[in-house]
C-alpha cells in the first residue's frame, strides 16, 4: 500500500457535507464492489465527531488508477476534488478503519426473533421489560441499502495505532477490521 487519493467534498448551499459524504461513500462502494478485488482501504482524514469532508483512498498506484479510470465519481464531479494520487509519507502510521454493527433495537430484534422462531411471543414481551437498546457515538455514514432500500448508519471505528502495516483484504466499503491503511 504504497499510494493514496484524497477526495473531499465541497461546500454547497443546498446539500450538507454528511449528505455529500454519503453520496459519494455510496459511489464508490459500488465502484469497489465492482471491482471485487478487495485491494483498496479507506480512511477519513478529519474523522471526529463525524467521518469529515475528506475520504481517502489507500493503495497501489496502479489499483488507484484503475478504480480512477472507471470514473465512479460521475455526477459528483461538481461537488468533490480529488488530489493526484500520491506516495504516502515515510513516516505514517498504520492502524485498521472498521465497521462496527450496533444493535440498536431490542424491540426489533426481539421481534425477529419470534419471527424466526427463536423465542415465542411471550418470551419476547418478558425479555423486552428489561432489554435496552444499544447507542453508538461512532462517527458514521447514513447509507441507503440498493438491495431493500433501507436506511441504516454505517458507524466507523478506528483501531489502535500500530508501526507495521497488516495485509488482507477490504470489504466494498473499503473497511477492514485486520488490514491496516495507511495514517497520516
Same mark, same amino acid.
Given at each position: 500500500?504504497? #499510494?493514496?487519493?484524497?477526495?473531499?467534498?465541497?461546500?454547497?448551499?443546498? /446539500?450538507?457535507?454528511?449528505?455529500?459524504?454519503?453520496?459519494? /461513500?455510496?459511489?464508490?462502494?459500488? !465502484?469497489?464492489?465492482? =471491482?471485487?478485488?478487495?485491494?483498496?482501504?479507506?480512511?477519513?482524514?478529519?474523522?471526529?465527531?463525524?467521518?469529515?469532508?475528506?475520504?481517502?483512498?489507500? @493503495?497501489?498506484? *496502479?489499483?488507484?488508477?484503475?478504480?480512477? !479510470?472507471?470514473?465512479?465519481? *460521475? *455526477?459528483?464531479?461538481?461537488?468533490?476534488?480529488?488530489?493526484?494520487?500520491?506516495?504516502?509519507?515515510?513516516? $505514517?502510521?498504520?492502524?485498521?478503519?472498521? =465497521?462496527?454493527?450496533?444493535?440498536?433495537?431490542?424491540?426489533?430484534? &426481539?421481534?425477529?426473533?419470534?419471527?424466526? *422462531?427463536?423465542?415465542?411471543?411471550?418470551? $419476547?414481551?418478558?425479555?423486552?421489560? #428489561?432489554?435496552?437498546? #444499544?447507542?453508538?457515538?461512532?462517527?458514521?455514514?447514513?447509507?441507503?441499502?440498493?438491495?431493500?432500500?433501507?436506511? /441504516?448508519? &454505517?458507524?466507523?471505528?478506528?483501531?489502535? %495505532?500500530?508501526? $507495521?502495516? %497488516?495485509?488482507?483484504?477490504?470489504? #466494498?466499503? @473499503?473497511?477492514? $477490521?485486520?488490514?491496516?491503511?495507511?495514517? /497520516?
Amino acid at each position: 500500500m504504497d #499510494s493514496y487519493q484524497d477526495i473531499r467534498v465541497l461546500p454547497d448551499p443546498e /446539500f450538507t457535507e454528511a449528505q455529500l459524504l454519503a453520496a459519494l /461513500f455510496a459511489k464508490l462502494h459500488r !465502484a469497489l464492489g465492482t =471491482r471485487g478485488k478487495g485491494d483498496i482501504g479507506v480512511s477519513f482524514p478529519e474523522y471526529d465527531k463525524t467521518p469529515g469532508g475528506v475520504l481517502r483512498l489507500h @493503495g497501489e498506484r *496502479g489499483a488507484l488508477e484503475a478504480l480512477e !479510470a472507471t470514473r465512479w465519481r *460521475g *455526477g459528483l464531479n461538481d461537488y468533490s476534488a480529488g488530489s493526484a494520487i500520491q506516495a504516502v509519507p515515510v513516516d $505514517a502510521v498504520w492502524r485498521t478503519v472498521s =465497521r462496527v454493527q450496533v444493535k440498536s433495537s431490542a424491540g426489533r430484534l &426481539l421481534r425477529r426473533s419470534v419471527r424466526k *422462531g427463536w423465542l415465542t411471543e411471550e418470551e $419476547a414481551c418478558q425479555r423486552l421489560l #428489561s432489554a435496552r437498546d #444499544s447507542v453508538s457515538r461512532l462517527p458514521f455514514i447514513q447509507m441507503r441499502s440498493l438491495s431493500s432500500g433501507q436506511s /441504516f448508519r &454505517l458507524f466507523i471505528s478506528l483501531g489502535a %495505532v500500530a508501526a $507495521a502495516p %497488516v495485509s488482507g483484504t477490504f470489504t #466494498s466499503y @473499503g473497511l477492514s $477490521a485486520v488490514a491496516t491503511i495507511p495514517w /497520516f
